[in-house]
């Protein structure tokens, strides 16, 4: 496992944006698809974005799509950039990676990054 540690978390108003950033202890190899999940109090964990790190592909979750975009940093940086945010939207981030497409959690995380979304 790789550990991962997410920062840029903190509390906005609706309409408002924040950037989040997830950074791997060593590179990120190419064959990883790193991925965010959130989980809102009282609600499962929840797929959000993903990129494949080799082709730089994305994927996103319906309830962020047009609003949130995932990319890579350096080696071992990816980020999500949020914008037009909502009270929905209010969650503890995560990190994941591992190497699968899809919605699967991989085994790498990180602690988590706390976003709050005021009205």
């Known amino acids: 496992q790789v550990p991962l540690v997410e920062s840029g978390g903190g509390s906005v108003q609706a309409g408002g944006s924040l950037r989040l950033s997830c950074e791997a202890s060593?590179?990120?190899?190419?064959?990883?698809?790193m991925k965010w999940f959130r989980q809102a109090p009282g609600k499962e964990r929840e797929f959000v974005a993903g990129?494949?790190?080799?082709?730089?592909?994305t994927y996103y979750s319906d309830s962020v799509k047009g609003r949130f975009t995932i990319s890579k940093g350096n080696y071992n940086t990816v980020y999500l950039q949020m914008n037009d945010l909502t009270q929905e939207d209010t969650a503890v981030y995560y990190c994941n990676g591992g190497s699968q497409w899809g919605l699967d959690q991989g085994p790498d995380w990180g602690q988590g990054t706390q976003v709050t979304v005021s009205s």
């Open positions: 060593g590179r990120i190899l190419s064959s990883r698809v």
């Open positions: 990129i494949r790190w080799s082709t730089l592909r």
